[in-house]
DNA sequence: GACCTGCTGCGGACTG
């Protein structure tokens, strides 16, 4: 079937389909199935194996899991079976059951939605009858598992496939894990394999996404990938040099400046420059920091004011309250008039916002699947180009500029991102972390689901049959130890392991549910209204004021203990400061920067002053002979030119600091403290020759291990070989000082 | 000098 309208019989998977649904395609005037559809429909309708089904994100990867699925459900006449569908987010789940339902009404299959904004009345209804689509976040899926071990077997009884939404999002994350143990856990109550389904649009590696989903399968996974048609990228870069100059952005007669005592006059530049080229039509601007999404959309805002347009500039981030953040989504969506929002990830995946005419990213960003992912939500209609702005500000130079500013980094680390963009290259995710905090979190969870387990029955569920089999039989052991010592876990005469009175508690509570931690947080309230929540560090005071949902408010009142912040409307503000670390960069995209500095032609998609700074750099390199040099002095520093990622600078500046050298990492390069080169290269020589024990030995130096959830809860040792799992590159660290002693160009 | 995700059961008061 090319076209079901004219009978054609091309489609052998049109036929394979329950008539009920191909009635249902018929009244959507559907003309044909998409290629992903099409080929999805044999694979599933029989439930005998595990699929992934990759496609661009307007493919109908929905449907084209859902129909042979649902084709399969009412095998039997009326649907007596279910399916069990994972998602990384609330509101994809509510996106999808309005879709599923829709579907679903005219063929009388039950579609519950389950998550935490979900009434316990719908809940309770999905209980009593376990059939139809259940479509549920890791998080009320592990409540289920928790709080309803004894009714499991029952309400999964007639499962016939687990499908997980958004693949990506999971590997290489606490949640991931998690999900793989869950799933373990549904084939470990239904007594079988259960097909498992993945659906994503940004897998790189298929074969890392066939073993997350699942590991030591007894037949393979089958891959369909479905690629999608060569969108047209209009991109353009363009430099500023922030020379401390302000500007007379937007001051109404009289009015003081107050905002430019606190924001550079690049960002005063940049912001004039977005107004000029985004108003009047919708688009996403980037700016790479909940703090610096406030500064521009109040900027923004402003310039919008100043001109007499109601406002088309909207802030979304994760510290808004939903309401606000749905303003935002509603302002988007609507279509009546122009909305562009000023955000940060919350924007890039997950919920449709509708057609986005550019993309603004205000400097580097973080990743270049993040990137892709971002420029995904642009141009979007039938032929329509997506459009991506990156505005990049650098520094003035002067007689002390470090290397960073000399270089020109954020300029060219986005030139570089650009470039792998167009070579469609992006990051695999890191799939090596150990995760034993999530280990321990399973491990509470099975003792609550069957009411007590012996130590040989968690081995067997998390380490032979689930996600944790890098974990061995001593570290099993000592872990189970610490958690005793702790009174997480008690050990009865038979051997049974129950929760201890400090176990009960945690898992009790419903916090314990979620794998991943999150920050304290102070609500913020103006009057009446919530407007979200801010996670402070430096307690606030009274009087001070902040920028906050992209206006200005004045602090009346501090209420530690309830964690709350009163404001009140203000004219003057400094925006909040939010604490945390930088984003990683890769190694592929530190050698492309090497690449991008080490040539000389120009690069087509730089404005004037942007091919300005990047010729200032490229003669800076090859004045510095950095294309050749890999250890120079700069100063009272050593450099050590890696153009490595910072996996492996991070593991390089342990190492160095553990044969009693004061090291830290800059970027490209890892500075060292030492008047001259030869110590340096004595210690590099030492560190090209350590064994893999004598690098573990060297973690011991790290001050602060305790990154995930339930760190605090293990073995010393355990916790510093996982924090290297997740942040180390210990090996490439090894082989990066071997050649540097050896003195070989990068 | 980063970002994001998620969360139950139960008792008691109240309503129709």
């Known amino acids: 079937m090319n076209s079901p309208a004219s009978g054609s019989t091309e489609s052998r998977s049109f036929d394979l389909l329950d008539e009920r649904i191909r009635r249902w395609i018929w009244r959507e005037g559907w003309t044909e199935l998409r290629d992903a ?54 509101a994809l789940i509510n996106d999808q059951w309005s879709r599923l339902e829709q579907l679903c009404e005219s063929l009388d299959i039950p579609v519950t939605g389950w998550h935490g904004d979900v009434s316990a009345g719908r809940k309770q209804r999905f209980l009593k009858h376990s059939t139809g689509v259940l479509l549920i976040t890791p998080e009320s899926l592990e409540a289920l598992f928790v ?33 793989q143990s869950l799933m373990a856990r549904v084939d470990h109550v239904c007594g079988r394999a259960v097909p498992r389904v993945g659906l994503s649009a940004t897998l790189g590696d298929m074969q890392l996404a066939a073993r997350f989903l699942r590991a030591r399968a007894k037949q393979p996974v089958e891959i369909i990938e479905s690629g999608s048609a060569g969108q047209e990228l209009k991109v353009l870069i363009k430099g500023f040099v922030e020379t401390g100059a302000r500007l007379d952005f937007d001051l109404a007669p009289g009015e003081r400046p107050a905002l430019e005592d606190d924001v550079p006059g690049s960002t005063l530049e940049v912001a004039s420059q977005i107004y000029r080229a985004l108003r ?26 100043r001109d007499g347009y109601p406002n088309e500039f909207w802030p979304h981030h994760g510290s808004l309250s939903k309401e606000l953040r749905e303003e935002t989504e509603r302002a988007l969506k609507a279509g009546d008039r122009p909305a562009s929002a000023v955000c940060t990830t919350t924007l890039e995946l997950g919920i449709d916002i509708g057609a986005v005419k550019s993309v603004a990213q205000i400097g580097p960003p973080p990743s270049v699947a993040s990137l892709r992912q971002r420029l995904g939500r642009s141009g979007r209609r039938k032929g329509e180009a997506a459009i991506l702005r990156c505005y990049c500000v650098e520094a003035e130079l002067r007689d002390d500029s470090d290397l960073s500013d000399r270089l020109r980094e954020g300029l060219v680390q986005s030139v570089a991102m650009v470039r792998l963009l167009l070579k469609r290259w992006f990051e695999p995710p890191r799939a090596g972390g150990l995760h034993p905090s999530t280990l321990v979190q399973q491990i509470l969870s099975i003792i609550a689901e069957r009411g007590g387990a012996t130590a040989i029955d968690l081995w067997q569920t998390l380490v032979v049959d689930g996600p944790f089999d890098t974990i061995d039989k001593p570290t099993f052991a000592a872990i189970l130890r610490s958690l005793g010592s ?9 051997g049974l392991l129950l929760h201890g009175v400090a176990g009960e508690r945690l898992v009790n509570h419903y916090a314990f549910y979620a794998s991943f931690s999150s920050d304290d947080e102070f609500s913020v309230i103006a009057g009446n209204r919530h407007l979200g929540s801010l996670p402070v560090s430096h307690p606030l005071t009274p009087g001070q004021s902040i920028i906050f949902a992209g206006q200005r408010w004045r602090v009346e009142d501090v209420d530690a203990e309830k964690k709350s912040v ?63 040099q890999s250890i120079f002095v700069a100063g009272s520093s050593v450099m050590l030119a890696t153009w490595s990622g910072d996996w492996l ?12 050298l004061d090291a830290w990492n800059q970027g490209p390069a890892v500075s060292v403290r030492a008047s001259g080169t030869g110590t340096v290269r004595d210690v590099l020589q030492r560190i090209a020759t350590m064994t893999a024990s004598e690098t573990t030995a060297a973690l011991q130096t790290i001050q602060n291990v305790d990154n995930e959830k339930w760190d605090w809860t293990l073995p010393d040792d355990v916790k510093r070989t996982a924090y290297a799992s997740l942040r180390l590159d210990l090996a490439g660290a090894v082989a990066e000082a071997r050649r540097l002693s050896m003195g070989m160009s990068a």
Do not use: W
């Not at 688009?283 to 402003?302: D, G, H, Q």
């Not at 702790?486 to 038979?494: A, C, H, P």
């Open 147 to 179: 709080n309803r071990g004894a009714s499991l077997a029952t309400i999964f009884s007639t499962l016939r496939y687990v499908v997980v939404d958004e693949l990506h999002a999971f590997i290489g994350a606490e949640r991931g894990m998690q999900l």
């Open 566 to 628: 009163f404001v009140h409307p203000d004219r003057g503000g400094a925006p909040p400061v939010f604490d945390g670390a930088g984003a990683r960069v890769h190694d592929e995209v530190r050698r492309e920067m090497h690449r991008v500095l080490a040539e000389t032609e120009p690069v087509a998609f730089l404005d004037a002053r942007a091919q300005m700074l990047l010729d200032e750099a490229r003669r800076y390199f090859a004045s510095s002979n950095l294309a050749t």
């Open 649 to 660: 600078n991070d593991a390089l500046v342990v190492l160095l600091r553990a044969q009693g």
């Open 37 to 90: 559809q099409e080929r999805a429909v044999p694979a599933l309708i029989d439930a005998d194996r595990d699929v992934i089904i990759a496609a661009a994100t307007a493919a109908g990867k929905t449907e084209a899991a859902f129909l042979p699925i649902l084709s399969n459900l009412l095998r039997d006449g009326r649907c007596v079976g279910s399916v069990l569908y994972v998602s990384p987010l609330k």
């Open 280 to 305: 009047g039509s919708n688009n996403l601007i980037f700016p790479n920091s909940r703090r610096l999404v406030e500064n521009y959309a109040s900027l923004l805002r402003r310039a919008c004011e």
């Open 486 to 494: 702790r009174d997480l876990i008690v050990q009865e005469q038979g």
